[in-house]
């Protein structure tokens, strides 16, 4: 069970300004129904440019229908430049706190918001479109709100982050690349990444280098592609060519060419040697959910 | 106001008779089953006397029986004490929809150089034996597979799984926590290996479990350092449990009647009101081979935490697959196993009821729901009003 404030489970159980406004001046809406939360969020604006009027819908937990409907109460009454600067943080305060892993419904209400003022300074034109890079595929979220999230909230490990904005709660594939934004804003406060590398660059034996390969794929790119009901089988190494195989989910999946070369072929080229490409093995292609002897 | 207990399936009541049964080996006979004195002895005979009533209910010999401190040590021991004893095989065959107590066994086993290949299940839940055929091989050590879905419910025709893979000589391991108590066994005419069960899922208390080991099968010992429990799992015995899981297992053999026709039609009752009374939902998981007491119903766009925390304020208790309720960011890995769109994993509700139900809380349960859903569905950005 959750603990969650009096503030939190009052907002929950008598959400303020439920509902959608007809000809709001801005509308945004964020998140999904596969990411398990989602909000849209509207407003209405007075001759004094002042929010008006403020509502919501929100589809999630408890901490998601309360954080959106503090946000409302906390925008009414200010001016648009006046509510940007609502943080998440201010969010989760006015409700006593938020427990660590729901931090990220509290960022959703900000990013609504955000939305709702663009969609309204572009006369409608404007929906929530994702700027920049995107780190994390499988929520969606990008190189610029990861950043904000680690300079707002001063967050410093990979687990924070994900509880922020839920970037790396998926596979784990881009651990590597939020520890680096987070070196990035952190600056000199972070020290080199944990992850225990092998040593790279001497010359290894095939043995060693096979050994490695297949130690890489346990450790670094099985977890990865396990998160998402696939696996992935070693099946020969020649000089620089890693051959595998996919399992499970991966066998059928789309992204299988994606997976390939951005997640097993980069972790292989991090921890082994530079040099190194991966093909897929051509009989279990065909062949899903075949062991292979 | 009064609680609804609907959560069977995470852990139950411990029964009177089971509490009354324990109480004197607390205070008063605490004796040591292994010491020489007459004081010690007589629990000894009441130790046997429970692994008795255990076996009873098994259909098993009580020399079969290991007392253990949980299921998740069951499935622990049973993995690697077979592991262990076949050291040359190297794969292990298991489902995707496991329990964590053995699925995160497995998958560690992988880093330790093993091949461990997880059966995927159909929409509703089932596996496909002709898969696990395909995969059963000479480096195969263990099959384990769980009798009965704790999500959904969904029991597996693990007989028939049991004569598959022993066939080719292989041990067959199967996580039995759930159907213990609701279903007969008789492991005497099966061909099962290795069963692990649960203390708390059958009204015994937390902290008590059994891990029934066929004879002739290959173990290794999984505690050492004394000669309990046949020198395979040493430590001074949890005397009461053990006491308390014995009478735990004679209810259950006696109410093994109540449980698939009273309980059965209280099931049925609570999910066809809900189906009927909700709409947009849908059950998850095979209805026709299910354990008696659960249900597993998804409320499509809206969220499995809400609905707990509402149905929470009118004392119902039961359990979701929500990412949320788990501190994850994903649903429920069983009810993605069986590929149930993320729009109804979300959503997702297990109700799961014992012997200690009544018809008043179902039917005040099918009343209170529609409520619960149509709120949370007005606040919904994706239901359009």
Redesign the interface.
């Known amino acids: 069970m ?1 603990e969650y404030t009096d503030k939190v489970r009052d907002h ?2 008598n ?1 303020r300004n ?1 509902g959608e406004i007809e000809e709001a001046d801005g509308v945004g ?1 964020v998140g999904s ?8 969020l509207m407003f209405k604006l007075d001759e004094n440019g002042r929010i008006a009027e403020a509502k919501f ?9 309360a954080t959106s409907s503090v946000l409302t109460e906390l925008i009414k009454g200010k001016t648009l430049e006046e509510a940007l600067n609502v943080t998440n943080k201010d969010i989760a305060d006015y409700l006593g706190g938020l427990p660590e ?2 931090m990220h419904c509290s960022v959703m209400g900000r990013e609504a918001l955000e939305a709702a003022v663009a969609n309204y300074r572009t006369g409608g034109q404007e929906k929530h479109e994702l700027e920049g890079k995107i780190v994390c595929t499988c ?1 969606g979220v990008t190189e610029e709100e990861i950043v904000r999230v680690v300079r707002e909230n001063n967050l410093t490990t990979v687990e924070q982050v ?1 509880n922020y904005c ?1 970037a790396g ?2 596979c784990g594939g881009c651990h590597g690349e939020i520890e680096k934004l987070i070196a990035q804003v952190q600056g000199e406060k972070i020290k080199a990444p944990p992850a225990p590398a092998p040593p790279k660059g001497k010359k290894l034996t095939n043995i060693q280098k096979i050994q490695l390969v297949q130690q890489t794929i ?2 670094q790119i ?1 977890p990865a592609l ?2 998402h ?1 696939g ?1 992935i ?1 070693l099946i020969d190494v020649e000089g620089d060519k890693v051959i595998v195989a996919f399992r ?1 989910m991966c066998a059928q999946c789309k992204l299988a060419e994606f997976t390939m070369k951005d997640v097993v072929e980069a972790k292989l080229r991090e921890f082994v040697s530079d040099d190194l490409y991966v093909e897929e093995d051509g009989d279990s292609a065909q062949e899903e ?3 292979r ?1 | 106001m009064n609680t609804i207990y609907f959560d069977n399936n995470a852990t139950t009541k411990v029964a009177e008779e089971v509490f009354e049964a324990m109480r004197p080996y607390l205070c008063d006979l605490y004796g040591n089953p292994s010491s020489m004195h007459t004081f010690g002895g007589q629990v000894g005979i009441k130790v046997r006397e429970a692994r008795q009533r255990v076996a009873d209910l098994l259909g098993c010999d009580p020399g079969e029986v290991i007392f253990t401190s949980c299921g998740t040590e069951s499935d622990s021991a049973a993995i690697h004490g077979t592991l262990v004893a076949v050291p040359h095989k190297h794969k292990v065959i298991t489902t995707r929809v496991e329990h964590p107590a053995v699925l995160a066994v497995c998958r560690e086993l992988e880093s330790h150089g093993y091949t461990v290949i997880e059966l995927g299940v159909d929409k509703q839940g089932r596996l496909d034996l002709g898969e696990l055929e395909d995969q059963l091989d000479d480096d195969t050590a263990l099959v384990t597979i769980m009798s009965a879905n704790n999500e959904t419910g969904v029991i597996f025709p693990i007989e028939e799984i049991a004569e598959r893979v022993t066939d080719r000589g292989i041990t067959f391991h199967t996580d039995a926590v759930q159907i213990v108590g609701k279903v007969p066994l008789n492991l005497s005419k099966s061909r099962i290996n290795l069963l692990s069960l649960s203390g708390h899922k059958l009204h015994a208390p937390k902290g008590v479990g059994v891990l029934y080991v066929k004879k002739g099968t290959r173990i290794a010992p999984f505690l050492l350092g004394g000669h309990q429990e046949g020198g395979r799992r040493a430590g001074t015995e949890n005397v009461p449990g053990i006491v308390g899981l014995g009478q735990a297992c004679k209810l259950a053999a006696e109410g093994m009647e109540d449980e698939n026709t009273r309980v059965k039609a209280l099931r049925d009752k609570l999910e066809r009101g809900i189906l009927k009374s909700c709409p947009d939902s849908r059950v998850n998981g095979d209805v026709e081979h299910r354990l008696p007491n659960t249900t597993n119903i998804s409320f499509e766009y809206i969220e499995g935490e809400a609905i707990l925390l509402l149905l929470d304020r009118y004392g119902i208790c039961a359990s979701s697959g929500s990412a949320c309720t788990s501190g994850s960011l994903e649903p429920s890995h069983v009810l993605r196993a069986m590929g149930v769109p993320f729009t109804a994993a979300h959503g997702s509700i297990r109700f799961s009821l014992s012997r200690y139900n009544t018809e008043q809380e179902v039917d005040l349960t099918i009343e209170k729901m529609p409520e619960i859903i149509t709120r949370l569905r007005e606040l919904s950005p994706f239901v359009t009003t």
């Open positions: 959750w929950f159980f959400p439920v809406e129904l596969a990411c398990g939360d989602a909000l849209k819908k929100t589809f999630g937990c408890a901490s998601a229908i892993q729901k929520f994900t839920k709660g998926g346990n450790e099985r396990r998160a009901g696996n089988e499970g959910h075949q062991h002897e």
